[in-house]
């Protein structure tokens, strides 16, 4: 007898694996494009790597985090007490909901946010409260609005996945301001770091001024990690406190700790990173405009633009090669998400597009 509420979650559907498409259209694994999942088209840094050959002899150990927290202690001027690693960043997630969320309590959510709050939420028992977008995006005075006596976390994406939208900090810290004090705020800022530098706000110093405010990140993105899985949450020592309570020992293991150490001390290779990213933001942007495509204003890794018979499209594109993901299921059945990719691999999806329209 499974609980109900677990029986009545979506299944996660994630982007389709390069081995699975070659399989299916007989075309050879390395002529795939796959811009589906806001991968680092740069694969990952040198240095992370060169750290993984030497933790390979580590592995008979139990996973030490010292090291990556007291990395991440350094990097964000926090206490290693205030620090939470997760098995990917959707694993602090889930320990969030499950510290704070249950049967006959809520979670507030924003229409077109990412798939994984909802997991997080209903999976515990607790009721998701929908709040419509407003232009594709949080809408922060209506979500504020929908808070009630029995809620406990709301979830924000900054920017958010699937529609790239960003949240300016000056209503962001509002909205921090007007949510009352037993209402957890969960930040998720796992594409913090494509933001252009003069843009961004130290975030990280609001945590001060807010104990209710949980920052989560990811190694999966500009650090070019995401299969090996590790993310953080930065809190209060005491919500960090009743997150490790809840966390499995040694969720994080030996490869994507040393990785991710690594990751965070190769400032060259997340400039570079940067820097194709914005490069190829633009390239796609024209291309789809050239198309007559219109898009989301886009603030992450990712562009996401409406097609007529989005379904048909992808299937063409899947027929060429080329894999972006379908967001039907974000409740988006028009649009499609592209990641951006290299010069040559957005070069691809742009031709490939234009023969799919
Ligand atoms: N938050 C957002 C908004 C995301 O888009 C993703 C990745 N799809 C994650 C969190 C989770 O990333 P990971 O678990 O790989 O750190």
């Known amino acids: 007898q499974a609980l109900p509420y677990v029986r009545a979650i979506s299944p996660y559907l994630p982007g389709k694996p390069i081995t699975e498409l070659a399989r299916e259209m007989g075309i050879p694994v390395d002529k795939i494009v796959k811009l589906a999942s806001n991968e680092n088209p740069l694969g990952m840094s040198p240095k992370a790597k060169a750290a993984l050959a030497k933790a390979v002899d580590s592995l008979e150990r139990y996973p030490d985090d010292f090291d990556l927290k007291k990395a991440l202690a350094n990097h964000t001027g926090l206490g290693t007490e205030r620090i939470v690693l997760g098995n990917g960043s959707n694993d602090v997630l889930d320990l969030v909901a499950r510290v704070f969320l249950a049967p006959g309590r809520s979670a507030v959510f924003a229409q077109h946010a990412f798939a994984v709050y909802p997991l997080a939420t209903l999976s515990t028992g607790a009721e998701l409260i929908v709040v419509p977008a407003k232009d594709f995006g949080h809408d922060l005075d209506a979500m504020r609005a929908a808070i009630r006596p029995d809620t406990r976390i709301v979830w924000v994406a900054n920017p958010n996945n699937p529609?790239?939208?960003?949240?300016?900090?000056?209503?962001?810290?509002?909205?921090l301001q007007a949510v009352p004090d037993d209402v957890i705020v969960v930040?998720?800022?796992?594409?913090?770091?494509?933001?252009?530098?003069a843009e961004r706000v130290d975030t990280v110093a609001w945590l001060a001024e807010f104990p209710n405010l949980v920052i989560t990140r990811s190694f999966s993105k500009i650090y070019g990690l995401a299969g090996l899985r590790i993310g953080y949450a930065l809190a209060s020592a005491e919500i960090a406190d009743l997150m490790n309570r809840v966390r499995q020992p040694f969720n994080c293991n030996n490869l994507a700790l040393a990785a991710a150490v690594a990751a965070l001390d190769d400032h060259e290779f997340v400039a570079q990173s940067y820097v194709l990213n914005r490069n190829g933001m633009e390239m796609i942007?024209?291309?789809?405009?050239?198309?007559?495509?219109?898009?989301i204003p886009a603030h992450g890794n990712f562009v996401t633009f409406k097609v007529m018979?989005?379904?048909?499209?992808?299937?063409?594109?899947?027929?060429?090669?080329?894999?972006?993901r379908p967001i039907g299921g974000y409740g988006m059945p028009d649009w499609l998400r592209v990641t951006i990719g290299t010069e040559a691999e957005n070069l691809r999806f742009l031709e490939a597009l234009e023969k799919a329209l």
């Open 309 to 324: 018979d989005a379904a048909g499209v992808n299937q063409r594109l899947l027929k060429q090669g080329v894999i972006v």
């Open 187 to 197: 930040l998720d800022e796992a594409y913090n770091e494509y933001l252009p530098p």
């Open 285 to 295: 942007i024209a291309g789809l405009k050239r198309l007559g495509l219109s898009h």
């Open 163 to 175: 529609t790239g939208t960003f949240l300016p900090y000056p209503q962001l810290k509002a909205f």
